[in-house]
């Protein structure tokens, strides 16, 4: 385990799948990271990586040849080398091996990098590319933020606020989760999205030309928001397991690109918002969560 701290706030990042396992107010004790109830989901905030999403048949095809991964790619279950920069920032490297390259067949190198200053975490995803041809990848978030801060709070004093919309229009999806290239409609109340124990029956809200780059976690019941900040991210999700029982958490997912599509073949080079770092080269998508309200 990896730590950040400051004087306000203090993280904590696994070496497995780089991930964000918590992020904590100093002066209060309050966690805001989901602390991955099994029984719940498992899962703190993973990190995706190479694909985005479920497959067709659970393969895709990158010049002409057709390879088999899991959901969300290996990233999120592979251990990083860790290095600490400084007392604020971290950063986690992943390299391809013989495994990675039966799923992706790519050399590439994958930095996760995080710094803290003063309540706000960056997180940036940098893709090196050592190849001499184009690298075709997706990257995205799936951090899972608590809610229900306070005594007495319940799911339905949250929401989650998209400022300046009036509704939102999530693409519709399959009885495979594969999305349809059809929407829906959600009316929202002066921008805000009420969280219930329906709001996700239908697996994620996925969501594409926002006129947002941000959101915000609320609650009626006190002040404090999180605020999760998305300009490199063309995509984003919103998801929290579905159960029979109120579930105290919501996932912010920027993402890349999509997961895949009904109506589009499995070619990984075709898929909506797919990445493309040219040889040698690399480049870096950040997404950042602040909290505030204090």
């Not at 029956?201 to 998305?230: G, Y």
Request: one cysteine or more.
């Amino acid at each position: 385990m990896l730590y950040l701290e400051n004087e306000r706030m203090k993280a904590a990042v696994d070496e497995r799948g780089a991930e964000l396992c918590s992020l904590i107010e100093k002066s209060d004790g309050m966690e805001y990271i989901w602390q991955a109830d099994p029984a719940i989901w498992g899962r703190h905030a993973p990190l995706l990586f190479p694909i985005i999403g479920r497959l067709k048949d659970k393969e895709y095809t990158l010049g002409g040849k057709t390879y088999s991964i899991t959901q969300h790619g290996f990233g999120r279950d592979l251990t990083f080398s860790g290095l600490q920069v400084n007392a604020s920032c971290v950063e986690l490297t992943l390299v391809q091996n013989e495994d990675t390259k039966k799923m992706y067949p790519y050399d590439f190198s994958l930095t996760i990098r995080y710094t803290l200053e003063d309540r706000r975490l960056k997180k940036e995803h940098i893709v090196r590319n050592p190849n001499d041809i184009p690298l075709y990848y997706e990257v995205g978030g799936h951090d899972a933020y608590n809610i229900c801060l306070t005594d007495g709070e319940t799911i339905r004093d949250s929401y989650i606020l998209f400022e300046g919309c009036n509704e939102l229009h999530p693409l519709q999806l399959d009885e495979n989760i594969l999305i349809t290239g059809e929407h829906d409609t959600i009316s929202l109340d002066e921008g805000r999205l009420w969280i219930d124990r329906e709001t996700f029956r239908n697996d994620a809200l996925m969501l594409e030309e926002l006129p947002v780059r941000q959101v915000r976690i609320c609650s009626r019941r006190h002040r404090r928001q999180i605020v999760v900040s998305f300009e490199d991210f063309d995509y984003v999700g919103v998801w929290s397991m579905y159960k029979p029982f109120d579930v105290p958490y919501v996932c912010i997912e920027p993402w890349s690109s999509l997961p895949d599509c009904s109506y589009l073949g499995k070619e990984l080079e075709k898929k909506p918002g797919v990445r493309c770092v040219a040889p040698r080269s690399s480049e870096t998508l950040a997404f950042t969560t602040e909290i505030v309200g204090f």
